[in-house]
């Protein structure tokens, strides 16, 4: 199939006009079953997973695609696997690609390593596959470094019964999936980060008995397991995460919960803030706590998509954090995704409840946790139930634009349970191997240095849906997508972000 080069048409924008990107659409793909990873890339190709398919023959399994940079597949090579299975990390080498698939319903992982020339099997193997009773809790816990040159997993049991921790396994890998060490150690983590070195660094929070917020933090290497300890009293941690670890300094955010005695429900968790502070590992001291406490402008993003509800704290329930990008002076971009759920009756009289997503709130943060600037921006969508629908890509640029790619309706529906209906017409046409409704539009949301936003809509042949795991960076120029239409098959695509 010739590739087809396509340039933006209408641009919509706030604040200011956008320059016009360019997306090439690659070669399309023999199958139309919407789950895919993009692998990775090298000097002269693109790889992507794609699986759970029903092709012309009806098969079953996953297929690897090798595009070269003319956006042309080179070279398709069907994996033996009975059901699907997708990368939740993979690593392109000289030689090789390393994959992990990750179990999450049983808290394993399968390690696999494919010859890169020939796409077959060199090894692969069973991490964390241990038989659990009813009243255990596994949990399993993976990161990878900023460099892609190591990956970490650590599985952890708990005891439901005992409300005691059974057993915990670490282990580093390099990019080719061998084990670098392992050890039986278990850290309390709400939040991690594998440095470029193998440092696996985490924080974790709890409230003692004087009611005092108290954070934990570790360093953990092949050799030393070292912990330290510090805490905030004057707020209550809602959330924590780690933006970055640069000469011992962790750089810290999280969310601010809300005093929970002023809702009737007490099942949900509310926020009414945002946090930021440096600690220190070699003096063992914190910096200054930097606190955002949410305006009625962000309230209005954070508002529920139902336009009729309205804010003030009634329906701030599902933040979540989203990939850092970090940034050159040793700062950071850090998001949260705004996510509802939403309960719907079908025909039968069946109650089924959905996430769908409302916007995203932005942060850009100094190496001293100062806040730069602050900025957000709704997003409505009718795609709630694909795979990838809860995760919005998004890439810092050479000049350190912050660069969202969406999904969108033409229509922005503002009423939440429309959009679950519409997913529903979508799995009605299953049994006609094709999707229902689709996204009406691609659209680009940017931010510049000082946080003010475009939208750009990126116009294609046909509708899109974003699918699998979007995040792989071309040069930092250009960003890869995988993709489906109502008509077509998936294929590849690449969208000029400069």
Known sequence: MKK???TLGLLLSIGSIATAQKVEIGERNDYIRYESSILGMDNDYYYTLVGYNYGPENTKGSTIYTYNKNMKIVDTTHLDNEMRFLATESFVTNNKIAVVYRNDFFSYMTCEVIDKTTKKSITKKDYFKDNTDFHEIPTLITCTSPDDSLFFAMKTIYDNKKEAIKSSKMILFDNEL???WSKDYFV?????LLTNDGEFVTAGYYEDKSGKQNIKFSIVTGEDEIEYETFVSDFKIGDIEIAGYNNGEILVYGLIECDPTLFQKKDFTYYNGFFTFTYDT???????VNKYMFTDEDYKILDNVNSKTSHKLKNIRFLKAL????TADGGAVVCYNINYKVTVKDQYGFTSSYMTTGGVLVWRLTADGSITWHNGFRK???????????YIPHYLTENEEVVFITENSKKDKLDAVSQVREIGKKYA????????KLPDVVTMVRFDKNGNVTRELLHTEKKMVLVGDPNTVDDGKAVLLYVSTKKAPGGLIRIDIK
Do not use: D, H
Request: aromatic residues 8%; proline residues 7%; without cysteine.
């Open 429 to 436: 046409n299953e049994a006609q191997k094709g999707p229902g």
């Open 188 to 192: 309390p983590v709400a939040a991690t």
């Open 282 to 288: 070699k003096n063992k001291t914190m910096g200054r």
């Open 178 to 180: 061998n084990e670098l």
């Open 323 to 326: 990939e850092v990008l970090p």
């Open 4 to 6: 087809i080069i396509l």
């Open 380 to 390: 409505f969508m009718n795609t709630g139930m694909f795979e990838n629908s809860w």
